[in-house]
Structures are given as structure tokens and as C-alpha cells.
């Protein structure tokens, strides 16, 4: 504990493993202020990282696409950018792509700018082990994960280089149509050009050479026949988030539809006159404007739903019943 910063607490002197000690010739505000933003990130990734698993059926998508645009024309990455960028770690971008390794870019790093003091060495750790988490546990590829550049030792910016472990990747990679490939066999029920597609696949991967089983397709064959891999089948993630989004929206109509309706037997109680003509109901005839007692009675029923209802469909369910 020689370098011991005398204005630090003890537990940000601590030295052992990763990631690197906050700002230690900073001011104490300094890292308790990058203790915070380290938390901030760190919960967020709890937070998110669980509800992100991706169907191997998508992952496959992304490990098919061979070139840097396919890449990123798939579902899988566009939803990985924009986790990445939810959680607090940047804008991160592929910029370097060859069969199981990607290269990920981070220009103007958030995690860099969390220490200020730190020069001469790498210090996204927080990016390194986000990448790692979300490849191991989201997507199910063992992997290696290597900050290769760092603005904070002369990089020009942060790159990450994700190495797939190959059985993993391969696992995941080939369906019961490559594996019948594999095994010399042509699927049916498939095109000519789906075939030559899968083919060329297969030989980038190097499961297949010059149209054969190649070397390391043949121990990967005979490895997988000992082991029979479980594919579980459901939604990917960004499923979910786009039926959230629809139902938030509906609930954004309901709760404004609500907050309007309950405006105005508000304003019928404390006038104790009949409903002013609004823009909206200037066209309608006398008649045709429910009682207050009716609107009092259909406030409290839809209240009542709203208390019982145990989910926003299901009142949107009942309230449609009522009309
Ligand atoms: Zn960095």
C-alpha cells in the first residue's frame, strides 16, 4: 500500500485484479464520481444482460453473415449496438470481421473517460468483460475477449476483438440441413442456391474443403456425435421489446383517453352545469352527450376494471366489451 493516495478510502487503493484503480492521482471527487458512473454501468448490465438471451436460430443469422454490411444488417447486432449503448459503454460499432473473430470499435469510449488520471494502459475492462458476458451467457459462444487499442495508451480509439472458441461457435452455427451436408447427404426440400450457400458457408468456417469434409469438419463431427446439443426454441429478445413498445402505446392512448375523461366529470362536479361544448364535441348533437351520471357511473366501472385488471390487455379487453 506504498502509492497509496492519502485522500482515498482504502477500498479504491486496492491494487488486486481488474478493473484498473479509479483516478489515483485524482481529486477524491474525482473517483468517487467514476466509482459512481463504474456502478451506474455495472447495474445497468445486471439489469438488462438476464432478459437478452438470443435464440441460437438468430445467432445463427449472425454467424452466417460474412461480410462487415451483413453483419450489421442483422437483428442480432443491431439489437447488441443498442444494449451496448443503453447500458452506458458507447456508440460501439464492427469494424473488422474474418470467420470467428469480430472487431468492435468504440469511438469517444464512455468507460476511458471514467479515468481521467490513468494514462499508458488499457483500462475498458468494463467493455472487455460486457462483450465477454454478452457472447458467453446471451448467445451461448465461449469466446476471448482482448482490448487491442486504447485511446487511454495512444490508441486512436478502443477496439475489442472477440475470438469465438470454434466448437462453440460451431455448435451453435450448423442446423440439421448442414449437418446432413456434412455428412454428405443433400437435404430435401431445398433450392439449388440455398444449397451452393450453405456449401460456401461451411467452407469458410472450414468444415468443408474443396466440397469435402474437411479435416476439422471430420473431428467436429465425430466430437458432436458424443455430445447431442439442446436447442431451445423461443423469441429473441428485441421481440419482446417491440410487442413492450405496443403495449405502452396503447397504454399512452388509454391513460390520456382516462386522465381527459375524468378532467371532465371533474369539472361537471364543481360547476354543476351541463358539459361546456368542446372543439371535439361541437358537431354532436344535445342528445347524443351521456349524462354526468352516466359518465360518473362509467368512470367509477372503469376504475374498478383498472383496480382488478392484472394486466393492460386484459382491461383493454374488458373496456372493449363494456362499449
Ligand atoms: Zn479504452
Not at 470467420?99 to 481521467?116: D, E, K, L, S, T
Not at 482482448?146 to 466448437?167: M, N, Y
Not at 450448423?174 to 447427404?185: E, S, T, V, W
Not at 375524468?262 to 369539472?267: E, P, R
Request: hydrophobic share 40%; proline share 7%; with cysteine.
Amino acid at each position: 500500500m506504498n502509492n497509496m493516495s492519502p485522500d482515498l478510502p482504502p477500498f479504491m487503493n486496492s491494487q488486486a485484479g481488474s478493473p484498473p484503480p479509479m483516478a489515483s492521482s485524482g481529486s477524491f471527487a474525482q473517483s468517487m464520481g467514476a466509482f459512481g458512473t463504474m456502478l451506474k454501468i455495472q447495474e445497468a448490465i445486471s439489469n438488462k444482460f438476464p432478459s437478452s438471451k438470443v435464440p441460437w436460430k438468430d445467432t445463427r443469422i449472425f454467424l452466417r453473415a460474412h461480410t462487415i454490411e451483413s453483419i450489421r444488417s442483422t437483428s442480432l447486432y443491431v439489437f447488441m449496438i443498442r444494449l451496448f449503448k443503453e447500458v452506458g459503454l458507447g456508440e460501439m460499432q464492427l469494424i473488422g470481421y474474418a470467420p470467428m473473430h469480430y472487431v468492435f470499435a468504440v469511438p469517444g469510449c464512455p468507460v476511458c473517460n471514467i479515468y481521467p488520471a490513468l494514462h499508458n494502459q488499457k483500462v475498458c475492462v468494463a467493455t472487455s468483460d460486457a462483450l465477454h458476458r454478452f457472447f458467453k451467457e446471451e448467445l451461448e459462444l465461449d469466446c476471448t475477449v482482448e482490448e487491442t487499442e486504447c485511446v487511454k495508451d495512444s490508441g486512436a480509439v478502443c477496439k475489442f476483438k472477440v475470438s469465438l472458441q470454434p466448437i462453440s461457435a460451431y455448435k451453435v452455427l450448423l442446423d440439421d440441413n448442414d449437418r446432413l451436408i456434412l455428412a454428405g447427404k443433400k437435404p430435401a426440400n431445398i433450392e439449388q442456391s440455398e444449397l451452393c450457400n450453405r456449401v460456401e458457408i461451411l467452407t469458410i468456417y472450414k468444415l468443408l474443403d474443396q466440397g469435402k469434409l474437411s479435416d476439422i469438419g471430420e473431428a467436429y463431427i465425430q466430437f458432436a456425435g458424443s455430445i447431442p446439443f439442446k436447442e431451445k426454441i423461443f423469441d429473441p429478445p428485441w421481440k419482446t421489446a417491440e410487442e413492450l413498445k405496443s403495449i405502452v402505446s396503447k397504454h399512452d392512448a388509454f391513460g390520456s383517453a382516462f386522465g381527459e375523461m375524468a378532467a371532465k366529470v371533474q369539472s361537471i362536479n364543481s360547476t354543476n352545469t351541463k358539459i361546456p361544448p368542446t372543439p371535439s364535441l361541437s358537431n354532436v348533437s344535445p342528445s347524443s352527450v351521456p349524462s354526468v351520471s352516466h359518465v360518473q357511473g362509467q368512470t367509477a366501472k372503469i376504475k374498478d376494471e383498472a383496480k382488478n385488471a392484472s394486466s393492460f390487455a386484459e382491461l383493454i379487453a374488458k373496456m372493449k366489451k363494456q362499449n
